[in-house]
């Protein structure tokens, strides 16, 4: 699991905070109280970061060598809503299990527009459209991870982030 930096500080604050109320009893009264309210800081920060982390596992992309759906089977893409500027916490949100053969020129209207991330299966390539019915521009994708769309180029000043209209996955 990777550790974000705000929570490595907050975790060695939390050490330092520790080390320093061993010493407590040579403190002053100020400095004690200064003392709790670094310990409730800490405290809160450390909450944050759990509730952060455990984001963070619920949101790790899968290998392109093992991405199945609920019952094992193989897919050929996974397609997720939402992407973040840490890597490992990417593949967010809502998904879409796409399988091997599939071909479809309009993407479910809730999916429209939409897509933020994504896996390729290895040996598997992804041919994505950024309009309906295959229409405007076109890109395909091999094997792999795309962590944020919105880092693909479309064009000179466009980007992938929320624009697949439809998609052809083969193996
Ligand atoms: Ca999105
Ligand atoms: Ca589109």
Known sequence: MVIPQYCQCAISHKVSSQLLSKRGSHLDQQSYKQNQA?????????????????????????????????????????????????????????????YPGEDVPNIPLAWNNRVSSLVVSSRCSLTVWDHYWKEGTKKKFGGGIVYRLREVRKGLIGDWNNDISGYLCNC
């Open 38 to 98: 670094n310990r409730m800081r800490c405290l809160a920060t450390l909450l944050v970061c759990v509730a952060l982390c455990w984001d963070g596992l619920n949101a790790v992309c899968p290998e392109p060598t093992a991405v199945t759906d609920v019952n094992g089977v193989k897919l050929c893409a996974r397609f997720f809503e939402d992407a973040d500027l840490v890597y490992a916490d990417s593949c967010k949100g809502k998904s879409m299990d796409i």
